[in-house]
């Protein structure tokens, strides 16, 4: 009763009411002493993989991968793991009763380190349905598949390309939509921060749509509000794949989940100074600050519904 106030409640956008939501920081988890067998409960579930504490907003990118059980799977940029573990949850659970998953995860990072907290934060699932990999994102390697390596060598058989059924990426970027919970971030940040992520974006986004099967799905994802990072980037995927990729409207999945429709309209900042087009930027600056950062002469917003989650 003394905490009532502080009663768990699901996500309602969330399936199968298995997001929970605890109005609690971490700081009064541990010292209110009428928490502490909860608290325990909490860690104990946490350390054999029954429960995972992930922010609300991380978990919705891989809930529109919409996985299906069989699904070879690509998590771009992966580390520090919850949302891979999320799809390892998903692929476990649309198994048959009383059989091992045939669906495959690779969750991929850049950085060694990151890497090691990717496999400390996911070897509680107790899997053999992922593979870890270190490398860059936008040179993501083509790998293949054979049911069996030797029979396919002595017949001289080539192995099958491995194509993704879903591919997440969840690219870098500022990060300035976590202001509300990195103070730090707020000494750093200026609003061209998002700048010098874009072009790495693009790359990314580019190498995962080269890596998916035709009629499988990629969700792009940042924790950035800068359009340069989000509609540009999609703009600009779109521009250079053509007709072979298709922006999907998902406004009828989680209708619960509050959303708004993207920008088809921005400026682009650097050094201070705001542009409207590209051509405004000054010559000694046009290398720096692409056309691709502006909005195209035909909207996305306009030909498509871009959709952003709060």
């Known amino acids: 009763d003394e905490c009532g106030e502080y009663a768990l409640s699901p996500l309602p956008w969330y399936p199968g009411n298995l997001a929970w939501h605890l ?16 608290h325990e409960f909490l860690k104990h579930e946490s350390e054999v993989g029954n429960v995972t504490r992930q922010e609300a907003v991380s978990m919705v990118p891989p809930l529109f991968l919409n996985v299906q059980a069989g699904h070879h799977i690509l998590d771009m940029c ?32 850049l950085k060694v380190q990151r890497c090691d907290v990717l496999i400390h934060n ?11 990999t270190n490398h860059e994102a936008q040179s993501f390697p083509s790998c293949s598949l ?20 879903r591919v997440l ?3 870098p970027c500022s990060g300035d939509g976590t202001l509300r919970k990195s103070h730090d971030l707020w000494r750093k940040w200026s609003s061209s921060m998002g700048n010098e992520f874009h072009l790495l974006q693009v790359n990314i986004a580019m ?43 998902v406004s009828t999945e989680l209708r619960e989940l509050v959303r708004r429709p993207g920008l088809g309209t921005w400026k682009v900042n650097d ?35 871009v959709w952003h989650f709060k």
Request: aromatic content about 4%.
């Open 122 to 132: 996911t070897k509680r699932m107790c899997t053999a349905n992922l593979i870890v």
């Open 78 to 109: 992966a580390a520090p793991g919850s949302k891979t573990f999320q799809l390892l949850e998903m692929i476990h659970q649309s198994k048959e009763p009383g059989l091992l998953p045939t669906a495959l995860v690779i969750a991929n990072d």
């Open 207 to 249: 190498r995962g749509i080269a890596l998916l099967k035709v009629g499988g799905r990629m969700v792009y994802s940042t924790c950035s509000m800068n359009p340069v990072e989000n509609e540009a980037v999609v703009a600009e995927l779109l521009r250079r794949s053509g007709s072979s990729v298709e922006l999907l409207d």
């Open 23 to 38: 109005n609690l920081s971490r700081k009064q988890l541990r010292k209110n002493p009428a928490l502490e067998s909860f």
């Open 146 to 165: 054979a049911k069996d390596d030797s029979e396919a060598y002595k017949d001289h058989c080539k192995p099958q390309r491995l194509e993704f059924d």
């Open 271 to 305: 050094r201070g100074s705001w542009f409207q087009t590209h051509e405004d930027v000054p010559d000694s600056r046009k290398n720096v600050i692409l056309p691709s950062m502006f909005p195209s002469s035909t909207s996305i917003h306009e030909s498509h519904k």
């Open 169 to 171: 990426c969840d690219v």
